[in-house]
């Protein structure tokens, strides 16, 4: 299947700091990226849409200047948690979907390794 | 009613047990349907796509039921590498919108 990176995988950080996570497609191109986050022991909860070459898509709740998402490319989404505080600590994972595969107009979602991010 | 249900679990089945997960959707639009799996600390990957006829890939099936909006999914002769969290996801929207994930159900293969 197509390949989605993530890095970095562990962060740990202080808090007050900003942390920035990269996803790239590695052998498709992906005009749209998807990042989400999952707490321990929850379901996975998608923060924003993010689109190359246009602002994001944020959920309701998630705030925009907290989490920073620049689509710069064809291939990699960046997600920059500013400020970030003990209760951001959490997995978070990017995605995208590769139209190549899957039922005919739909295409599969593959998934990033995840970034764990610990802010002290 | 939530976009996607399914019974958390957890389902606790011996090795070589045969067990089925079902989930729904709420969505009579719903365009296509997956399987994801999730092991624990790990990103969910993908188990395989749900089509109408139904497909099998090795010991898993994966059924769609339109009429009663949901989908299953089997697993036979269960093996200790089985257990993880299957997630049930749904896409509502053609396009490149983003899909809706149950919240998974937990299986543990015991020895």
């Known amino acids: 299947g197509a390949v989605v990176s993530q890095h970095p995988s562990w962060v740990i950080c202080k808090s007050g700091t900003s942390v920035k996570i990269e996803c790239r497609s590695l052998?498709?191109?992906?005009?749209?990226m998807f990042w989400y986050r999952q707490f321990p022991k929850q379901s996975l909860m998608l923060m924003a849409t993010s689109n190359e070459g246009s602002k994001a898509t944020y959920e309701q709740g998630v705030e925009k200047d907290k989490f920073l998402i620049n689509h710069a490319s064809l291939t990699l989404s960046t997600l920059t948690v500013t400020s970030a505080h003990p209760e951001d600590s959490s997995f978070y994972i990017c995605s995208a979907r590769d139209h190549r595969s899957g039922p005919i107009g739909t295409g599969e979602l593959f998934f990033g390794e995840g970034s764990r991010l610990t802010v002290l | 009613r939530k976009e996607v249900e399914q019974d958390p679990g957890p389902f606790n089945v011996p090795e070589g047990a045969t067990v089925a997960f079902n989930c729904t959707y709420s969505n009579s639009a719903s365009q296509s349907f997956f399987w994801y799996r999730q092991d624990c600390r790990k990103e969910p990957k993908l188990l395989m796509s749900?089509?109408?006829s139904g497909n099998e890939d090795g010991r898993f099936t994966a059924q769609l039921n339109r009429a009663s909006q949901y989908i299953s999914l089997l697993i036979r002769d269960s093996k200790l590498s089985d257990s993880a969290t299957y997630l049930c996801v749904v896409n509502n929207k053609p396009g490149n919108t983003p899909l809706v994930f149950g919240k998974g159900t937990r299986l543990s293969v015991i020895a």
């Open positions: 749900v089509y109408s």
């Open positions: 052998d498709f191109q992906a005009t749209t």
